[in-house]
């Protein structure tokens, strides 16, 4: 059974940059893809970025293109998150997820995901 674990979340003002690090436990994720998700209050949880288990596909949301970048890497079982140049609707808590499918292609929708992490919480103030 696979455990997430995010960390790296806090308050950061507008502009500024933040570090999200996800590291797995319990099984090797270096087959799954892996994608960063987001849920703000009365807000659907929404993707991210993803990346395919190989790193030949990688996808962001069109609202963090040019700001954020995902990687991994394989020996510290670990998906990291860059984000810069933050903005106040960036504000969420930030979950990491798996899917173990192994498919070379990233899915968008949170349903295709088995394991998730228990979040953590980025802040932008104005």
């Known amino acids: 059974q696979v455990q997430l674990v995010e960390s790296g979340g806090g308050v950061v003002q507008a502009g500024g940059s933040l570090e999200l690090s996800c590291t797995a436990s319990?099984?090797?994720?270096?087959?799954?893809?892996m994608a960063w998700f987001r849920q703000s209050p009365g807000k659907e949880r929404e993707f991210v970025s993803g990346?395919?288990?190989?790193?030949?596909?990688?996808l962001y949301a069109d609202s963090v293109k040019g700001r954020f970048t995902i990687s991994r890497d394989y020996v510290k079982y670990t998906v990291d998150l860059h984000m810069n140049s933050l903005k106040p609707e960036d504000t969420a808590v930030y979950y990491c997820a798996a899917d173990p499918n192994g498919l070379n292609k990233v899915a968008m929708n949170s349903g295709a995901y088995e394991h998730w992490g228990q979040g953590t919480q980025v802040t932008v103030s104005s």
């Open positions: 990346m395919t288990w190989s790193r030949s596909v990688v």
């Open positions: 319990g099984h090797s994720i270096n087959s799954y893809n």
